[in-house]
T-cell receptor, first 111, second 112 residues
Framework: QKEVEQDPGPLSVPEGAIVSLNCTYS??????FMWYRQYSRKGPELLMY????GNKEDGRFTAQVDKSSKYISLFIRDSQPSDSATYLCAMSNNQGGKLIFGQGTELSVKP | DAGVIQSPRHEVTEMGQEVTLRCKPISGHDYLFWYRQTMMRGLELLIY????????DSGMPEDRFSAKMPNASFSTLKIQPSEPRDSAVYFC??????????FGAGTRLSVL
C-alpha cells in the first residue's frame, strides 16, 4: 500500500463547476500538507499548504485536512479552463525534508 | 525573484554518455532537492542538500548517479553512464522552510 493515495482521474468538469480533489494517507506522523498544480510540460507549482488540521482558503481554492480520517481535500470554486492541469498532493512529517507525493489527478475544465 | 532555474530544458543523449543537469536555487533558500518524475513512478526524491551538504541520498537509484552542491547558488546532478531507463523529467526544488518546496521547470532527459 502506498503512503499517499490519489485518484489519477482524469476528471472532466464544465466551466463554473465546483471541483473536489482528494488524497488519503496512511502515516499519522504527517504534519505538512501541500497541493501543487502542474501544467503539461511544466514544473509543479505550489498552490497551498497547511500545517496540521483545519481549513485554508485562498481565492477560489480551499484546502481541508482531516487528520482523524487521514484525508485531505482541495476544492476549486467557479472552475475555469485555465485550471486544467494535474493536481498533486504532497505531505511530510517535518523530519528529513522528504515530501511524499500522490500520483496526481488530471483535471480538465471544459468551456 | 526568477525562481528555481534549471538547465538544459531538454537533453537527448545516447546510451553510455555522461549527462549533467544544472540547478540554481532561489536566493536565500538553504535546502535544495533533486526529483525524478516518470509516468510509472510519479515524483521521486533522489537527494537533498542543506547548506550545501548532502543530507539524504537514499533515493539515488545507483552509483551511476551523483549530485554536488559546490556553493549556495549552484547544484549538479550527473549520470554516468546514462541508460535508456534514466529517461524522465528531472526537477530541482529549493526551500527556506524545509517542507515548503518550490520547483524549477525541469529537464526532460531522453537517453536513446
Amino acid at each position: 500500500q502506498k503512503e499517499v493515495e490519489q485518484d489519477p482521474g482524469p476528471l472532466s468538469v464544465p466551466e463554473g463547476a465546483i471541483v473536489s480533489l482528494n488524497c488519503t494517507y496512511s502515516n499519522s506522523a504527517f504534519q505538512y500538507f501541500m497541493w501543487y498544480r502542474q501544467y503539461s510540460r511544466k514544473g509543479p507549482e505550489l498552490l497551498m499548504y497547511t500545517y496540521s488540521s483545519g481549513n485554508k482558503e485562498d481565492g477560489r481554492f480551499t484546502a481541508q485536512v482531516d487528520k482523524s480520517s487521514k484525508y485531505i481535500s482541495l476544492f476549486i470554486r467557479d472552475s475555469q479552463p485555465s485550471d486544467s492541469a494535474t493536481y498533486l498532493c504532497a505531505m511530510s512529517n517535518n523530519q528529513g525534508g522528504k515530501l511524499i507525493f500522490g500520483q496526481g489527478t488530471e483535471l480538465s475544465v471544459k468551456p | 525573484d526568477a525562481g528555481v532555474i534549471q538547465s538544459p530544458r531538454h537533453e537527448v543523449t545516447e546510451m553510455g554518455q555522461e549527462v549533467t543537469l544544472r540547478c540554481k536555487p532561489i536566493s536565500g533558500h538553504d535546502y535544495l532537492f533533486w526529483y525524478r518524475q516518470t509516468m510509472m513512478r510519479g515524483l521521486e526524491l533522489l537527494i537533498y542538500f542543506n547548506n550545501n551538504v548532502p543530507i539524504d541520498d537514499s533515493g539515488m537509484p545507483e552509483d551511476r548517479f551523483s549530485a554536488k552542491m559546490p556553493n549556495a547558488s549552484f547544484s549538479t546532478l550527473k549520470i554516468q553512464p546514462s541508460e535508456p531507463r534514466d529517461s524522465a523529467v528531472y526537477f530541482c526544488a529549493s526551500s527556506f522552510q524545509r517542507d515548503i518546496q518550490y520547483f524549477g521547470a525541469g529537464t526532460r532527459l531522453s537517453v536513446l
